[in-house]
């Protein structure tokens, strides 16, 4: 981020001509191009403590950053596909090179960037399991391998024998031959995010899936969700998908779920006030 977005803009500025004014107009341009979060991310990991340390080093009088307005980042809900969609998707993916990318997104939760980053050496048949520990990502500067998203990410994940199948089937015809799971069609090279990214929409836009789950995300909102319909363990959940805690899988993936536990609270209190105030329930 600092060497994408921040390097290039403010390299060549002096310290004391880095106002409030200036800044708020930098943060404007980022969300012209980024999300908030991302946008939130460059303002409070890197500006805010870059000018705060200057402020404590006696290198600026004043942190023009105080007063300025927060960067308002919500909570995307990310929605999951139906079975009827899942079912669609893969019909329209089925003649694409890269058909194996719908059934390994969805049985494994993995993001986009780290299925493109995938190298057969990653996927072991015998124990079922993908290690998962690079990113394949596009910047200012072409594509790139990068480490995974966080430490957390970086993980090694069980596989069913269902996905185990495709893969060995996929690896004996389009990937022979082949280092990256998902490679191009006429080189052994990863593919582009943003053509893999403009195949998936495509396959999308085919099986008639509405545009709010063309994002990156549907296919791991979807594996989150039938986890938890299915009352996998959540700590199981937490560890394939390579969250650190389960903040991010009850406030993005699972917020629309209830626990059984909710159940046992709620008929607790029901009975505490039965005589009190449902004497009349039934």
Not at 22 to 43: F, G, H, V
Not at 185 to 212: E, T
Not at 265 to 272: L, R, Y
């Amino acid at each position: 981020m600092y060497n994408t977005h921040v390097k290039p803009k403010f390299s060549n500025i002096y310290l004391d001509d880095i106002t409030a004014s200036r800044l708020d107009k930098y943060y404007n341009e980022l969300l012209q191009t980024l999300s908030p979060a991302t946008a939130n991310k460059i303002k409070s990991c890197i500006i805010g403590p870059a000018l705060r340390k200057a402020v404590a080093q006696g290198l600026l009088q004043n942190n023009p950053t105080i007063g300025l307005e927060p960067i308002r980042v919500e909570n995307k809900h990310h929605e999951a596909y139906t079975l009827d969609e899942l079912s669609r998707l893969q019909t329209a993916s089925q003649g694409s090179y890269w058909w194996i990318a719908v059934p390994l997104l969805v049985a494994t939760g993995i993001r986009r960037a780290e299925l493109l980053g995938l190298r057969w050496t990653d996927y072991d048949p015998e124990k079922r399991t993908l290690h998962i520990e690079r990113d394949y990502i596009s910047t200012n500067h072409g594509c790139e391998f990068t480490t995974t998203k966080t430490q957390s990410s970086q993980r090694i994940i069980a596989l069913s024998t269902e996905i185990c199948s495709k893969l060995d089937e996929y690896r004996r015809h389009e990937g022979a031959k082949r280092t990256y799971i998902i490679s191009q069609h006429k080189a052994d090279a990863p593919v582009d995010p943003h053509n893999f990214s403009r195949s998936f929409r495509k396959w999308c836009q085919n099986a008639g899936i509405p545009k709010s789950k063309w994002g990156g995300h549907s296919t791991r909102a979807t594996y989150c969700t039938l986890a938890s319909e299915t009352n996998c363990s959540l700590d199981g959940v937490r560890r394939q998908v390579g969250h650190s805690d389960f903040r991010m899988l009850s406030k993005v993936y699972m917020r629309n779920k209830i626990a059984p536990e909710q159940y046992n609270v709620a008929d607790s209190i029901g009975s505490a006030l039965r005589d009190v105030m449902f004497s009349d329930a039934k």
